[in-house]
Nanobody, 113 residues
Framework: QLVESGGGLVQPGESLKLSCAAF????????MNWYRQAPGKQREWVAG???????TYADLVKGRSTISRDNAENTVYLQMNGLKPEDTAAYYC?????????WGQGTQVTVSS
């Protein structure tokens, strides 16, 4: 199970830190990802972090976001800075290993003045 938190309404230029707590599986061996889905659009990959802690980012957030993981707390984070209205979306946490593919319920991020 994955449980996201940390979303909310912010103004353009502000920051948010999303969290995703994992339960019921061996978190430290899974690759973790953040995806987002805006209304009327397909879900898109935002960032990922390997089991070893190597981060990767989509161009749409590169330089503005940092993904990290705390294996002791079974939690993955997404720090987002310089938020833009186009970042408005539901953000989903994903855990993936071989054929295992777990998803959270999402947390809403709204960027608006």
């Amino acid at each position: 199970q994955l449980v996201e938190s940390g979303g909310g309404l912010v103004q353009p230029g502000e920051s948010l830190k999303l969290s995703c707590a994992a339960f019921g599986f061996q978190f430290n061996v899974y690759g973790m990802n953040w995806y987002r889905q805006a209304p009327g659009k397909q879900r898109e990959w935002v960032a990922g972090i390997s089991s070893g802690g190597t981060p990767t980012y989509a161009d749409l957030v590169k330089g503005r976001s940092t993904i990290s993981r705390d294996n002791a707390e079974n939690t993955v984070y997404l720090q987002m800075n310089g938020l833009k209205p186009e970042d408005t979306a539901a953000y989903y946490c994903n855990a993936r290993l071989l054929r295992d593919d777990f998803w959270g319920q999402g947390t809403q991020v709204t960027v608006s003045s």
